[in-house]
């Protein structure tokens, strides 16, 4: 790829340098918006009706108008690949509610905005995945609507700022009981008595489309699946792994300076893991 990159601005491909919004956009001075990164393999989608169907429901949960009808936003998407061809790309879509003059309150109808870029997709190195990843628990300070992807991400950037100071690899929010929920941008999981647990979907949660993902690879894998309320002290805790689009699943071997498992990555971690990388070089492949 060493073409100029172009994205997506509204109603046309433009040079990346070039492709700007209004300073009125609510997006920019309210966060009033939402997005999706997905994943793209050698020109094949992983989950791209998923994350599109996600995308709709955050618009729908904000009361913003799918800026395009879907059939013409997948197209869109793909066609965002076909002119930034990476490898494995990863593909950020951005919707906010448009441009208006600043006040809290719409009245009006507004013209979604509707943003697409296309990066190298990022990948853990083979050295992270030998080692683990390293994580700290943070009290939640996050709103109390995580179900939608909603690009008011200060609190995740504040988590994100958090871990680099304390040199891990992700910080992982807990509730007022304790109980782990997710990641700044990750969903996580805990073996425990070896059976595969997370925290069930509610207001607390990002449905992360990898997330379900790994509950499919467990189950393929023989893996039992429980989505309840679980806590970094409980007994027959043997591992944690964290899952996002752009990490497939990866082992946290290290919590608030505690070992995991030894501190190693954890079979079935590593079980799920080559589960998965296989379903991407299928993808690739295709
Ligand atoms: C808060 C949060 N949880 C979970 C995820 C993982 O979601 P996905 O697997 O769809 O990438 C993300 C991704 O950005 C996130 O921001």
Redesign the pocket.
């Given at each position: 790829m060493t073409e100029p990159l172009l994205a997506y601005v509204n109603d046309g491909f433009v040079p990346l340098e070039q492709a700007t919004v209004h300073i009125e956009d609510r997006g920019f001075q309210f966060a009033d918006g939402v997005y999706e990164?997905v994943a793209c393999f050698n020109g094949t989608y992983l989950d791209l009706k998923p994350?599109l169907q996600?995308l709709q429901r955050s618009c729908a949960a904000i009361e913003i108008e799918l800026p395009k009808p879907m059939a013409e936003l997948e197209y869109l998407v793909q066609e965002a690949y076909v002119k930034n061809p990476f490898e494995d790309a990863m593909v950020y879509i951005q919707v906010t509610r448009g441009v208006a003059p600043r006040a809290h309150v719409v009245q009006q109808k507004l013209i979604p905005t509707l943003i697409i870029t296309v990066r190298e997709l990022p990948k853990p190195s083979e050295k992270k995945v030998q080692t683990g990843m390293k994580g700290i628990t943070l009290s939640d300070i996050r709103w109390k609507h995580?179900e939608i992807?909603s690009i008011a991400l200060l609190a995740?950037v504040m988590g994100k700022q958090e871990a680099v100071r304390q040199e891990v690899d992700e910080a992982f929010w807990l509730d007022e009981q304790g109980h782990v929920l997710?990641?700044?941008?990750?969903?996580i999981f805990a073996v425990i008595d070896e059976v595969l647990v997370t925290h069930p979907l509610d207001h607390q949660?990002?449905g992360?489309?990898?997330?379900d993902m790994v509950i499919e690879a467990a189950k393929a894998s023989d893996v039992p699946v429980e989505e309840r309320e679980w806590r970094m002290d409980e007994e027959g805790l043997s591992e944690c792994m964290m899952?996002?689009?752009?990490n497939a699943v990866m082992p946290v071997c290290v919590m608030d300076g505690q070992a995991i498992g030894g501190g190693k990555p954890g079979d079935i971690c590593l079980k799920l893991r080559a589960y998965m990388l296989d379903q991407l070089q299928a993808l690739r492949d295709a």
């Open positions: 990164v994350h996600r995580c992807k995740s997710e990641g700044c941008a990750t969903n949660v990002l992360g489309i990898t997330r899952s996002s689009t752009t």
